[in-house]
């Protein structure tokens, strides 16, 4: 029976890999039949229902898995997953991380030959990536990380695997990490891709050619990278380049909006990465610009095919990708000043560096946004308003220490989270249970959930305060757009510069701190000083509008500059 039991088991496992929840139930009516009191077939009856959002049917079937059978795996999973679901962080977190913790050591004492290894990695799998989903969303981007790195590591598809470990890189941004660490780490990522490079080598070397641009996303839709790419399709000069756009993402108004300009567009859902790559490589690009690098739905996995003679990253992403079919990351004098050969050693690709800023902020090719609030608000409130509007994962301990620091060193002040983790019950939990481990005034911390208003709600705050090592990109951006200024601190690191690079071009360079000490010094200093306050808010947008941050046109010259340099030096190469 057990060698009927599992055939039926990995097959369920099989179509739900596979997106078919009916051929999970066909499987679990074959084992319910077979073996009623074992429970397998209501577990996968309930995977397959937690899929299709029928989480009554699957909530019911859970209840008596576990009432008959407490310590079901499958069963147990499925809980985990109607938690994880439904938002409950603080049960789906402990229960994923039992299950998981439990498969791996059960895993670990089965031979390769046991019948139910393959069903045990597929359950462990499962947990493993739910509970990374789990911790990211409760901002724990090590747990998080900890687990995609144990997925990377399991005996997976190569491509599963190289999935699993990009996910795994763009989490351990969110932490400190050593420049050399993070390179050797994103070098191993380039080594689990299996695509066999094209190699041009009937490439016509033609310096002053006109130039076909590729653009490469999985987010030409509402989505920060939209806010910088509005320049690269609309503004580029027609005599010199030809533009093409690959989405590989879903469509909504912004894309509609992005994909009016005089360009090429092609929708490439669906696509598994070696047929995208023949599609670009059929369109002749000259040189693909990846705007993703590891941040979800990359596009890496096509770029690693070489598709194009040259090929670029940046704008998306914030440090290396090591793939080495990508030959440069776009970046500036500020994030890597000429000479920094510390910062410089963390890329596999060469630096490309612009002399002003390495993006264009342009939201107006995006939507229209609101007017800034002329007036401070510690002019009308009698006190001053901190505030931090990043995704809430940014946020390490030390910095909310520093923020404390703040807040104890300006009379009355008052802090405002707005972040997606306040918009969840259990979310909001979590974070005031850290706010009182770390001794926080609860009474003037304020959190307030993800709103669609959100960009007029900076309107309640005097100075913004930016994360490290993970600095604000759009975030910074808009605040300085909205009136606010942000204090921000330099890191070593490319992406731990990417807020300095915002403020120096758009003309608050102050703003910009080198240490802890001068971070609390800098705030302090504006928190006390009402009138410095109210300067910034009645003139930081028209500044912003002037400056090197939204000078489009200046922008797309010194970008495109940059892209016949690189073109000139691929025709000088055989």
Request: glycine share 8%; hydrophobic share 40%.
């Amino acid at each position: 029976m057990n060698h009927e039991k599992f055939n039926w088991l990995n097959l369920a496992d099989k179509f739900a890999t596979d997106g078919d929840p009916k051929g999970m139930r066909a499987c679990a009516k074959e084992l319910w039949q077979l073996d009623p009191s074992s429970m397998d077939g209501a577990a996968v009856m309930a995977e397959a229902a937690l899929y299709t959002g029928e989480s009554e049917e699957a909530r019911d079937l859970v209840e008596e898995i576990l009432k008959e059978r407490p310590t079901h795996l499958r069963g147990r999973l499925v809980q985990g997953g109607l938690w994880a679901q439904e938002f409950l962080l603080d049960k789906a977190i402990p229960c994923l991380k039992n299950l998981a913790a439990e498969c791996s050591q059960r895993l670990e004492g089965m031979e390769p030959e046991d019948e139910g290894r393959a069903d045990m990695g597929y359950i462990l799998e499962k947990a493993r990536g739910w509970l990374a989903d789990a911790m990211y969303l409760a901002a724990d981007p090590e747990g998080a990380a900890a687990q995609l790195k144990a997925l990377a590591e399991l005996p997976t598809e190569p491509e599963q695997q190289a999935e699993y470990y990009s996910k795994y890189l763009f989490m351990r941004n969110y932490r400190e990490l050593g420049i050399r660490e993070g390179l050797q780490a994103a070098r191993k990522y380039g080594e689990l891709q299996p695509a066999q490079p094209y190699q041009h080598a009937d490439a016509p070397r033609l310096p002053e050619k006109k130039l076909r641009i590729g653009y490469i996303s999985p987010d030409f839709r509402e989505h920060a990278v939209s806010y910088f790419v509005g320049p690269l399709l609309k503004k580029f000069d027609g005599s010199k380049f030809m533009v093409y756009c690959y989405s590989t993402g879903r469509a909504d108004a912004v894309t509609k909006r992005l994909r009016s300009g005089p360009i090429s567009w092609r929708d490439l859902r669906g696509r598994n990465p070696r047929t995208a790559a023949r599609l670009i490589a059929e369109d002749g690009i000259d040189i693909l610009v990846d705007l993703s690098g590891h941040t979800q739905n990359s596009t890496l996995p096509i770029t690693s095919y070489r598709p194009a003679p040259v090929q670029i990253a940046g704008i998306g992403y914030m440090t290396t990708t090591g793939v080495p079919a990508i030959d440069y990351f776009l970046s500036d004098e500020t994030c890597v000043p000429a000479g920094d050969d510390q910062a410089a050693a963390g890329f596999s690709e060469q630096l490309i560096r612009l002399p002003h800023s390495h993006l264009c902020y342009a939201p107006g090719f995006v939507r229209e946004l609101p007017d800034a609030g002329s007036e401070a608000p510690a002019l009308r409130n009698g006190y001053v308003t901190f505030g931090s509007f990043n995704n809430f994962a940014k946020v390490t301990d030390e910095m909310l220490l520093l923020w404390r620091g703040i807040l104890d060193q300006v009379r009355n002040s008052k802090l405002v989270i707005k972040s997606k983790i306040c918009s969840i019950p259990s979310g909001e939990r979590l974070l005031r249970q850290r706010l009182q481990r770390l001794n926080f005034e609860l009474a003037r911390v304020e959190l307030r959930p993800y709103s669609p208003d959100y960009l007029e709600q900076y309107r309640d705050i005097d100075i913004a305060l930016d994360t490290a090592p993970y600095n604000g990109g759009a975030t910074t951006c808009e605040a300085l757009f909205m009136g606010v200024p942000v204090i921000t601190l330099r890191g070593r690191s490319h992406a731990s510069r990417f807020g300095a690079s915002i403020l120096v071009n758009a003309g608050v360079e102050e703003l910009v701190v080198e240490n802890d000490i001068n971070y609390v010094r800098r705030a302090v200093q504006i928190g006390n000083s009402p009138q410095l306050i109210g300067a910034y808010h009645s003139g930081l947008r028209a500044n912003v509008l002037k400056s090197p941050l939204m000078d489009v046109k200046n922008y797309m010259q010194e970008l495109e500059d940059a892209y016949r340099r690189v073109w000139r030096k691929f025709c000088e190469t055989k």
